[in-house]
Nanobody, 117 residues
Framework: QVQLVESGGGLVQAGDSLRLSCAAS????????MGWFRQAPGKERECVAA????????YYAYSVKGRFTISRDNTENTVFLQMNALKPEDTAVYYC??????????WGQGTQVTVSS
């Protein structure tokens, strides 16, 4: 079992920054990729960033590339999403995600990010 707990969301103005954190339970954290997804009202959930277990490989959606940075601290079982130059279209609930071959997908409870124009 893996538990994921996000924090760091909030209400900001366009151009501001936020840093999301996701604390994960479990002894195999460093062996598994982690991702950040988001879901805006009426839209599909989409992956915005992902990082490999070691942290050496990352993926970014085109819409956030150059503005968001994903990182992880394997000593603290935590993954971060630094979001800069936020835009109103970044408004969504942000979810932390990981996957285990034996037990499937794990999601956090989500944290709301609202960007006002």
């Amino acid at each position: 079992q893996v538990q994921l707990v996000e924090s760091g969301g909030g209400l900001v103005q366009a151009g501001d920054s936020l840093r999301l954190s996701c604390a994960a339970s479990g002894r195999t954290f460093r062996s598994n990729a982690m991702g950040w997804f988001r879901q805006a009202p009426g839209k599909e959930r989409e992956c915005v960033a992902a990082v490999s277990g070691s942290g050496s490989s990352t993926y970014y959606a085109y819409s956030v590339k150059g503005r968001f940075t994903i990182s992880r601290d394997n000593t603290e079982n935590t993954v971060f999403l630094q979001m800069n130059a936020l835009k109103p279209e970044d408004t969504a609930v942000y979810y932390c995600h990981t996957y285990r071959a034996r037990s499937g997908d794990y999601w956090g409870q989500g944290t709301q990010v609202t960007v006002s124009s």
